[in-house]
């Protein structure tokens, strides 16, 4: 049977955006935004950005280059702070997370963050693991071997790297370098973890890597991932946001916006039309 092309489900009286109501479905929810607002200065860069997270599911933020998909996901564990204006609620457990009360050092344990290049530090790959954990406590040294490999087998890399921990993490291929940067996230046992296309810079072997990673991740972690792939969008994800023009026009199950999108504008973005 031929399926219809998309354009085709799409009618005149289309809405001009459909954002998916998790609250109302009995999913357990672990972040949701709430008249979230970004300035850039005057320059209002995000607005009409209410989303909700089902937690263990993996949700992909897509959308055009500018459409402020890293704005929205920078915003979640508060690293606009100094650089932009993040007006709205952000609620994590109960608790507004966008408010001067909250210890940001402590609420970014909960809500780690991975950027699209692996940035590992100049140090071995055991310091890289145990450096943010020991800045503000003591650990045993069993105790950080322990973390180190737990963290490392999640992020898929022990097997690679577990008779070279203390050799220099520089010396990691970008995949293996990226993982690294993951496990570091794991480290910090957080709850959310947040990535920036991380891996818009690798090869397609270590990308597929990083993707298999995060698909084992979901079964621990809430996972919310920004990426220009659309392939690696509907490969992984459960949910899928699309952005434009610094507002989400369509929430929805990933499934449902690759093959059934309700709103047009969605449909031509994931046609290829524009972006
Ligand atoms: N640090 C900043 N200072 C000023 N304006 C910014 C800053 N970061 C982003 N912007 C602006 O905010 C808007 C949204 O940018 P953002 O980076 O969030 O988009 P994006 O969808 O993630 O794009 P890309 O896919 O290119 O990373 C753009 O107009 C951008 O120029």
Do not use: C
């Not at 009286?13 to 607002?37: C, F, G, N, V």
């Not at 069993?142 to 022990?158: M, N």
């Amino acid at each position: 049977m031929e399926l219809k092309p998309v354009s085709e489900f799409i009618t005149d009286d289309a809405p001009e955006r459909y954002i998916y109501d998790m609250q109302s479905k009995k999913h357990e929810i672990a972040l949701s935004t709430k008249d979230l607002q970004v300035y850039y200065g005057d320059n209002l860069a995000l607005s009409e950005g209410d989303l909700s997270f089902e937690r263990y599911k993996i949700t992909s933020l897509i959308g055009a280059s500018g459409s402020g998909k890293s704005t929205f996901l920078r915003s979640l564990n508060r690293m606009n702070d100094g650089v932009a204006t993040v007006k709205g609620n952000i609620m994590y457990r109960g608790v507004d997370i966008n408010t001067k009360a909250i210890d940001v050092y402590e609420m970014r344990r909960h809500i780690g963050m991975v950027f699209q290049r692996p940035n590992p530090f100049a140090k071995s790959i055991y310091n890289n693991i145990t450096f943010a954990l020991t800045q503000r406590d003591h650990y045993t040294k069993e105790a950080l071997d322990e973390i180190v490999e737990t963290s490392l087998k999640q992020a898929a890399l022990w097997d690679q790297v577990k008779d070279d921990l203390n050799k220099s993490a520089l010396a990691l291929s970008g995949g293996q370098a990226q993982r690294l940067v993951i496990a570091r996230a794991l480290a910090l046992k957080p709850d959310i973890l947040l990535l920036d296309e991380p891996s818009s810079a690798l090869d397609p072997i270590s990308s597929a890597q990083v993707e298999d990673t995060l698909l084992e991740l979901k079964k621990q972690y809430t996972i919310i991932v920004v990426t220009h792939n659309m392939q690696q969008a509907a490969r992984i994800s459960d949910y899928t946001a699309f952005f434009h023009m610094g507002k989400v026009i369509e929430y929805d199950l990933t499934r449902k916006i690759f093959t059934r999108p309700k709103v047009a504008l969605t449909n031509d973005y994931i046609s290829g039309n524009f972006g």
